[in-house]
């Protein structure tokens, strides 16, 4: 019992350093500090990609990190983000797995990025490094939020999948394919092509991505198609009032799937990767005087082939700080 209860407060103690990291981060001028919440509950469901908590430091560099990385009239930023990531199968109470279900899945990650912005090309160069299973504190976190709110208790965690390391190479970039003003706002239409290498989820993906709002210049790159974390920071004037709304399609080809395929007890039934998959959103970002918020309605299509369910459905809330 002792040995237990050094491991978890050793695995609380690292991800404490971690958060340390950020707050350092965040001791710089130009600097965004945004807090990410996704979850299905808001849409009466609790299964699939139940919760995300995201908490995100990114600063303006005073140019390019790499000579090689110059570009005209470019801005360069430089993110860290410590996250977690839940996956719960269709009904948390039931105690022992069942067919045709995904297993449940914790991942707890740190990550770093470079983001290149420039006026009509937006790259993102992202890696992380985390571990899926007990020391991720997932089934702590989400027993002890369903206890606070009174749902219905997980009680499969003892099944969850377990992978020590999980590592991560992702380049996302966004390309203006119009950009239209009318009489006070503009319209806008991005093509978004990623690729994901590394043992979690390696993918490819295309989509395109449609604003309509004011001084959507100002905010190009602040958002992604993403079922999870879709506007991970936000790019405003600190000293300026804003909005737009956007939608978004994603089709991609996923080859691998940890949080299906990682290591489990053997009492849990395998399931077979969906390998194409799409997603599609829809939102609206504000910003006033730096402070902003981001709501996010997103859908999916299913990750593995014996799902029941044809679609999946979340939301995404995220505030933003602009130092």
């Known amino acids: 019992m002792v040995d237990n209860v050094l491991h978890k407060l ?8 971690s958060v340390g990291v950020l707050l350092c981060s965040a001791a710089q001028a130009d600097t965004t500090i945004s807090v990410h919440l996704d979850n299905d509950g808001m849409l009466g469901t609790d299964k699939d990609y139940s919760n995300g908590l995201f908490l995100d430091v990114q600063s303006k560099l005073d140019g390019a990190p790499l000579r090689w ?7 360069y930023y430089m993110g860290v983000s410590l996250s977690q990531k839940i996956w719960t199968p269709s009904d948390v109470s039931q105690v022992e797995p069942t067919p045709n279900d995904r297993p449940y899945a914790g991942l707890s990650y740190l990550s770093t990025r470079l983001s290149i912005r420039a006026p009509q090309e937006y790259q993102n160069i992202e890696l992380m490094l985390g571990t899926m299973g007990e020391q991720s504190l997932a089934s702590i976190s989400q027993r002890w939020v369903h206890d606070l709110i009174g749902s219905p208790r997980p009680e499969g965690w003892q099944y969850q999948v377990e992978e020590p390391l999980v590592w991560g190479a992702s380049y996302q970039q966004h390309n203006t394919v119009f950009n239209r003003d009318t009489d ?5 239409l991005t093509w978004i092509n990623r690729a994901q290498i590394g043992n979690f989820q390696p993918e490819i993906a295309s989509g395109v991505l449609w604003r309509y709002g004011d001084n959507l210049a100002a905010t190009f790159g602040s958002t992604a198609i993403s079922y999870a974390q879709p506007n991970q920071t936000l790019y405003a004037p600190k000293d300026q009032i804003g909005y737009y709304y956007f ?4 089709a991609r080809y996923r080859f691998k799937d940890l ?3 990682g290591a489990t007890p ?7 990767i969906q390998h194409w998959q799409s997603t599609a959103q829809i939102g609206a970002v504000g910003y ?9 309605i997103v859908a999916k299509s299913p990750d593995y082939k014996e799902d029941q369910q044809n679609l999946h459905a979340a939301t995404s809330l995220s505030l933003f700080w602009m130092l």
């Open 10 to 17: 050793s695995m609380t103690l690292r991800w404490s350093a």
């Open 69 to 75: 990385l110059e570009k005209a009239d470019a801005e």
């Open 184 to 188: 006070s706002n503009s319209n806008e």
């Open 247 to 250: 939608a978004g399609i994603e």
């Open 259 to 261: 949080t299906l395929s």
């Open 266 to 272: 053997p009492e849990v039934y395998p399931v077979s």
């Open 288 to 296: 006033y005087q730096g402070l902003g918020i981001a709501f996010t």
